[in-house]
C-alpha cells in the first residue's frame, strides 16, 4: 500500500460512499490523471470507514505479463491475511488466484490501483475472467485512468457494480479550503471557490495552487494567473497527459481546443479527420481530460486548464491558421442555428464584420426568448463603428428599455444608461388624443386615426420600431405605440425582413407591447384581444419569455376586470412557466406577482398578496412607471388597511411622483388621488385633502373613486346630507371597478346608518354583499372597519344573503379590527371635532414610545411645561384621559 504524502485532506463524503458501495461485489473508481484516486483509496483504508482488510496492488507496465501480475496479487492477498503457513506459491493464470479467494475465511478486499495499464494485454482476458467469478466474500477495487476491456455492462445490469467516476472525485469547494488548510495555507471561502471552480475539482490542480500560495504568492495574485498556462500546471499535464499521447492525437487537441464544446462532426470540419468522433470518444473514456456531455456522446468540452493550456500553443499553427480554424468554427456553429457560439469564434477570430452580421440575424430571437444581458453583453464586444454601421446600436438601446437601465425620455438624465444619450425622442403628442386614448368609456379612436395623427410615419427599421415601441410602452404612450405598432405589422406583413426573423415573432412582440400598453390607458378590452392574439402567436413559435410577458399581463387585465376567477386560472399556466424557465425575478414576471397581488389583496389575503407584491417589487425594471405606480398603490393601501395610515399616505405620495412619468393619462390616476384624499380625511388634515380634490370637481357620473373621497371629506366636514347625496348618484352612474363600487355602498351605509336610516343602510350593505361575493372581493369592507359588523350581520340575515360570503369578510376582519375600540379604522366617517395641530401630531407621535416625558420634551425642544400643555389639548380634542389612550384612541383613527 503506498504512503501518504503530507497534506492529505479526510474525505468523509467519499469514504462514506465507498463503503457503502462495498454491497456490490465490484467497485470501479475512475478518473484522470492527478484526480485523488490512489490517494482517496489508501487514505479510506486506513481509517476507521473501511469494513474490510485490504489486500493491495499498485500495477506497473510490466504487470501485462501474468507471470508477473498474478504472482503479485497472491503477494498481495498473502501480506493482508498476515499468515505465516499463507506463503505465496507460483502462479501464472487466473485460476489458482480463484482458488486462494475461495478459500479465504473472513471477507477481504483486493484493491487494484492503475489497472488501466494491463489495457490490451494477456492480463486483460483473466482479469475480465476473474470479475465475472468473484468469490463470495471477495470485494474487489478497479482504479484507474480508465478501465481496461471488462465484461461490466453485463455486471452493472446485474447490480454487481459500483461506479465511482471523476465528477465524483471532483473537490467540493469546502474540501478544496480544506486541503489548501492541511497544506499549511488559509484562504478565504472566496478564493477556495474561485480554485474549485477553476480546477473543477482537480486534486492535482489544487495542490499546484496550494504550492504556489506556500512560495508566498498573495491570493489574489494567483487567482489572476492560474490557469492551464501556469507554469506548474503546464509543466504537469504536458507531463503526464500530452506527452502520453500520439503526435497526432496532440495536434487534434489543439486545433479543436479553438471550441469550448465540440461535437464529431465539427471537429472532422476543423481537422479534416474523419475518424474524429471516435478519437473523442476514445479520449472521454480513456479520461485525457475529456468529458461527454450525456450518455449520447454527440458534445465533448476538455478540461477548462487543458483547454487554456491548448489555447496558449495556438501559435505554433500560425496566425492565419487560428483565424481560419474560428472562421471555420463559426460557419459550422451558424449552420447549426447556434449565434451565440459563431458570435464568439469569429470575436476570436477578430472579423467583427462577421460577428456583427450574426448578431443582427439572432438579436430578435434572443430578444424574444428573454436573453437581454447575454444580447447586450454580446453588443458591446463590438466596436462602437462596427456596431453603429449594423444598426446594433439600436438593438442595444431596445434592450436597455426591456432590461430597466435606459432612459425613457432622453431628458431623464438619471435613468440614461451609457450609450442611449443620442437617440432623439418622438415629437409631441396630440393630447386630445392621449386623453380620449386612456378612456375606454369614450367610443375606441380607429388606431389607423390614432397612429396618422401622431405624425410619426417614416422609413422604419426593425430595432429603432422595437425601441419606439418600448419607450411608447414604458411611458404610457398609447399613440406612439399604435404608430410603432402599426409600422412594425406593415414590415412584418411586406415580406422585406431578413429571412431568419419570422413575420409573427415580430407579430407576437408588438401585439405584447401594444397590450400592455393598451391596458395601462384604460383600454382593458383591446388590451385583452391583442394579448391574445399574441399569446398565440408566441405558443406556434415557442417563445416562452413572451408568452409569460402575456400570461402575467392578461392576469393583470382580467383582474382589472373583475374576473378574479378566470384570471387566477391564467394565472396557473404563467406561474408554471415561471418555475420551469427560473424566470421568477424577470421583468416579464413583473406584471404577474403584481396581478397575483392584486388579486389576492381585493380577496382580503393581506400575507399572501404582500409577498406577490415583493416579488414584483424586485422584479419590475426602474422604467416601468405604470407597474411601479400601481404597485405602491397596492402596498399603500394594504398599509392604510392595517392601520399604518402615515405610511400608507407616504407610499400613496411616492406613486403620485412616479405616475408623472407617465406621458398620457394614467388607468388608475383617479384611484390613486382619491385614496390621497382620503388618507389625509383619516388623519385629520381636512384642508389637505380638500387641496387635492380642489382640481377635481364634484362628477357622480366620472371616477367612482374621487366621488368617494368626496363624501368623506365632506363627511368629515360634518355635511353628512351633501356627501350622502354624492353617493347616491355616483352609486347608481359612476365609472370604477367592482371594490370601488363596493366601498361607495358601504360608505352610503354608513352614512345612512348615522343618519338613522336603518333599513336602508342594511339593503345598501346588502346590495355591496351582492356586488362583491360572487368573486369574493372581501377587501372593500376591511377598509371601514367594525362599524361595518352590524350592517354585515343583519345583511345576512335577509333572503338571499349569501352567509358563507359575509362569514368569510368577518373571519378576515377579525385579524385586523381592535376589539377595544367600538370605532374600529372607521375615520371615513369619524372625525375629530377639532383637528390636531401639526405640533399636536409630533407630540402624539411621541408618545407611542417607550420614552419619558422630558426625554420627550427634550427630543421636541420644548420645555416640560410646554409639552404638558400641548398633551391637556391633545387629549381634550381626542376624548381621552391618559397616554395610553390617547395611542389607542389615534391608532383607532388612523392618526398614527
Known sequence: MPDLPGGVVARPRLFRLLSDALACPIVTVTGPAGWGKTQLLASWVRSPHCPLKAAWLSVERSDGDPRVFWPAVMAAVSRSRQDPRDAPQPVDSVSPVLEALLSVEQPLLLIL?????VEGSAVESELARLVRMLPPRVRVVLSGQYLPTLPLAKLRVERRVFSITGKDLAFTTAESAAMLAESGVEVSEHVAETLRDRTEGWSAGLRLAALSLIDGLPPEELLNHFGGDHIEVADYLMS????RLPVDVEDFLLRTSVCDRLTGELAAEL???????????????HNVFTTADGPRQTWFRYHAMLGELLRSRLDQLGAATVQRLHLTASSWFSAHRMPVEAFEQAVRAEHWTSAAAILKDAWLAMYLDGKLVQLRE??????????????LDDVRSAVGLAVGDASVSPGEGELTGAGFDSYHAAAPLPPLHVEAAARESLDPIPLEEMAAASGRWHRPTLPKLVVDLERARLGGDLVAAVAAAQQLVRLADSGDLEHVVHASDVRALTLQQLGMTEYWAGRRADAEAHLREALAEAADNSRAYVQLGCLGQLVLVLTAQNRLTEAMKESEAALALVHEQGWEFTGAAAPLWYALGWATFVRGELDVAEQHLEGAAVAVRRQDAAISTTLLLARGMINQIRGRTRDALGLLEEACRVMSRLRARYVFGDYIIGEQARLRVAIGDISGARAILEHYPQDPAGPIHLSIAWAELLSGEKKTQEATGILELATRTGQGLVDQHTQALILLALLRDHAGDDKRAVDTIAEAVALAAPEQFVQPFLVFGRPIERLLRAASRLPGADHAFVERVLARAEVLWPVATPSGRTGRTEVLDQQLTARELQVLGSLDS???????SASLFVSVNTLKAHLRSLYRKLGVGSRREAVTKARSLGII
Open 113 to 117: 490501483d492503475d489497472v488501466h495499464l
Open 240 to 243: 503526464e497527459v500530452l506527452s
Open 271 to 285: 481537422t479534416g479527420r474523419q475518424d474524429s468522433a471516435e478519437l473523442l470518444k476514445w479520449m472521454a473514456r
Open 378 to 391: 454580446l453588443i458591446d464586444r463590438l466596436p462602437h463603428a462596427i456596431a453603429a454601421e449594423s444598426e
Open 850 to 856: 417607550l420614552a419619558s416625558l422630558p426625554e420627550i
